[in-house]
């Protein structure tokens, strides 16, 4: 059949060309869209036929695999793209090796994703999907940064559950619905419960119930604390509370609101920190020996006191232990600490009930608070009473320890109106009652503050007077009575002060007692006696006080021993004359330092004997050579009891072999009589004054040509 032909130029041929044109520009337009649409994506993109040739790609393919351009041309082979990344050193594989991890994608032909590494470490995401006529079209994204805070996140959520497992800490988390969202291991171990018991999801008050419920909080108002919780996240505060477990730890539970709504709890475990805070504040304001209030908290105490007393009478004591010293010395610190312990115990049982205070203020010193005391009356009978029970014997381990007590006192309102002033003037009193002697109370009275000033000026100018030689030696004859012969001198110390004048022994051996500065002061009298008594005829006795401080003292017989060794006077001259209260504690080592001085032969007496607690107790127990009777028998010895007294003492010294020497013989009479009774030696200002050293001698001197001529 013969085909028709159109001639050029005809309407139809003209039809014809437009519309290539209209679909050729059709074709342009969409490939140019398509184009800048693939030229535009975020990710990369690279479309391969089925020859696996390349048909497009766009600009972020190859800046994602640093390719060359005018490399990757449209009809590359896929393979050739893998070997120019390996030749530029993007591929971390061969490109065998590469095309092998794509080929089973490739063949697959199905849609499939997978990641490769590249050599500088990042990471792209290959998004395989094929095409219907064969080949393929990839997507590539670099996901780096996304790994990466992946990565973070995961390590943040790592430690975070490791901060959680390793908290020292309890810890819940709630949302911002209220809800429980976290809770730790530390929580269940704190509280020995089981998840099941504290499941996530659960409520606040959900989670106070269950522990009222358990057991674990007792006495605990759930309504209460649900709202002051509330009260306080509202307001954007932390509130921490002390919580008192059924078992009796204490918690400590801080509840904090979070930024983004909802909040945290931590518990803590502050049982033996708050042991320890509670013992701390304890030892700061009690004595750590005793467990009586220290002087911080009598302080307080009182203070707090006069703040609300509004004139209801109170009584304050001062209290100071006597001969305290001793039993340190004499039995060292531990036995002294517990003495200060018994005596505590003691003041506390003297209390007339709970609100009474007691304290110790440091070594052996004590105060006392006494409230609403019915007048002066009340605060002595408390003062007597604690005479009377320190007063008794405190025993341990067999053996007794002696100790008196003085007390001072001050009444409010009429003594003083603030603490400052009551406290000064009850140690006032109790200075004033030292100094008068042992076991004694006194009231506080006006004129006492210029006594204590003047108490303090006589201790200054005594620790001066004995470097500026202000101390001399008198001394006293003491006669045989049979033969009338002098035997022996006692030395008697004197001080004569500038500014004082002659002080008698009354007037500071006590106090030197007290201060200390009897041991060095006896060292000297030791030493300046037996140097006298050097010059004196081979037969003289020489006598020396010797105070209790000293003979307690560890240096006592080195200082004897050397006082004779210095002067070359012979052991058996020298006579040691001791109270009654160096015994009185039945020292073990009072008995062996006297064993030792009269093993080498120097004599010990007891003075003043009669006057004490059990004399005749001691003369069983101790090395005595001699007894003295107190010039108090001598005095009233016409009375006749009182001579029955000084018969029986002298018809004692015979019967145990131990010479017997009466003091303050005045009289012929007193001396006729004593030698009636047998007693062997006199003393006193019949036989002789106390005289200078120049004046023994002449006495001497004179009664020896007497004895000659006679």
């Not at 999801?201 to 605990?220: A, P, Q, S």
């Not at 504040?281 to 006069?306: G, I, K, V, W, Y």
């Not at 009479?669 to 007693?679: E, I, K, M, V």
Request: glycine share 8%.
């Amino acid at each position: 059949m013969p085909v028709a032909r159109i001639k050029a130029g005809s309407p139809v041929s003209r039809r014809g060309a437009e519309g290539v044109r209209r679909i050729e520009h059709e074709l342009r337009d969409r490939n140019e869209r398509f184009s800048a649409a693939v030229e535009n994506m975020s990710h990369g993109l690279c479309m391969f036929d089925a020859d696996e040739r390349m048909i497009i790609c766009n600009g972020n393919y190859l800046r994602i695999f640093c390719l060359d351009a005018d490399v990757v041309q449209p009809g590359i082979k896929f393979f050739d793209i893998l070997q120019h990344s390996v030749d530029i050193g993007v591929a971390l594989h061969s490109a065998e090796d590469l095309y092998a991890i794509r080929k089973p994608y490739i063949d697959q032909a199905r849609p499939s994703i997978y990641e490769e590494t590249l050599s500088d470490g990042r990471i792209v995401n290959i998004s395989h999907r094929p095409l219907a006529p064969g080949g393929w079209v990839s997507i590539y994204e670099d996901i780096t940064e996304q790994r990466r805070a992946e990565q973070e996140l995961k390590e943040q959520h790592r430690r975070f559950d490791a901060a959680l497992a390793n908290m020292s800490q309890g810890l819940l988390m709630y949302g911002a619905d209220g809800k429980l969202i976290v809770r730790n291991e530390r929580f269940l171990d704190l509280y020995g419960v089981s998840r099941a018991d504290f499941p996530l999801g659960m409520g606040h008050r959900d989670l106070l119930e269950r522990m009222v419920e358990l057991g674990i909080y007792t006495g605990i108002d759930v309504d209460s604390e649900v709202s002051k919780t509330e009260a306080c996240l509202q307001a954007g505060e932390t509130r921490s509370t002390h919580r008192h477990l059924a078992d009796g730890r204490t918690l400590l539970i801080a509840r904090r609101p979070m930024s983004g709504g909802g909040w945290v709890a931590t518990f803590e475990d502050v049982s033996e920190r708050r042991r320890v805070e509670e013992r701390m504040t304890h030892l700061a304001h009690h004595d750590t020996l005793t467990n009586l209030p220290n002087r911080s908290m009598f302080r307080e105490r009182l203070d707090q006191t006069l703040s609300e007393a509004k004139g209801t009478p109170l009584a304050i004591f001062s209290l100071d232990l006597d001969r305290f010293k001793a039993v340190n010395d004499t039995w060292g610190h531990p036995a002294g600490d517990w003495l200060l312990k018994c005596v505590a115990e003691r003041l506390q049982r003297c209390l007339r009930n709970e609100t009474d205070v007691v304290a110790r203020f440091g070594g052996d010193e004590f105060a006392i608070i006494q409230f609403n005391p019915k007048g002066a009356g009340d605060a002595e009978k408390l003062a007597k009473r604690i005479i009377d029970i320190i007063a008794k014997p405190f025993r341990d381990k067999s053996r007794d320890m002696h100790v008196g007590i003085s007390l001072g006192i001050a009444l409010y309102p009429d003594d003083g109106k603030d603490a400052d002033t009551l406290l000064k003037n009850a140690d006032m009193a109790l200075y004033r009652g030292k100094s008068e002697g042992r076991n004694v109370y006194r009231f506080f009275e006006p004129g006492m503050d210029a006594m204590v000033r003047e108490r303090r000026a006589l201790e200054t100018d005594l620790e001066a007077a004995l470097p500026r030689r202000e101390f001399a030696l008198d001394f006293q004859p003491i006669m045989n009575i049979a033969s009338g012969d002098i035997v022996g001198t006692e030395a008697l110390m004197r001080w004569h002060s500038p500014s004082r004048g002659l002080v008698a022994p009354d007037g500071f051996i006590a106090i030197a007692e007290e201060t200390g500065l009897i041991v060095p002061l006896g060292e000297w009298a030791l030493r300046k006696a037996c140097t006298v008594a050097a010059g004196w005829p081979n037969g003289l006795r020489i006598a020396v006080n010797v105070s209790a401080v000293q003979i307690k003292s560890s240096s006592f017989a080195r200082s004897v021993i050397s006082a004779l060794a210095f002067s070359g006077v012979q052991a058996n001259r020298l006579e040691l004359e001791i109270t009654e209260t160096v015994l009185m504690d039945e020292s073990d080592t009072v008995l062996k330092t006297l064993r030792q001085l009269r093993d080498l032969g120097i004599r010990i007496a007891l003075d003043d004997f009669g006057t004490g607690y059990s004399s005749l107790g001691y003369l069983r127990r101790f090395p005595v050579d001699k007894i003295k009777i107190d010039r108090s028998f001598i005095r009233d010895i016409d009375n006749r009891d009182t001579a029955a007294i000084v018969r029986t003492i002298i018809g004692l010294g015979q019967e145990l072999g131990i010479t017997v020497t009466a003091e303050g013989v005045e009289t012929d009479a007193q001396l006729d009589r004593l030698r009636r009774y047998g007693c062997v030696e006199a003393q006193g200002y019949l036989i002789g004054v106390p005289s200078k050293a120049a004046d023994i001698s002449r006495l001497l001197k004179t009664s020896a040509v007497l004895s000659q001529s006679g």
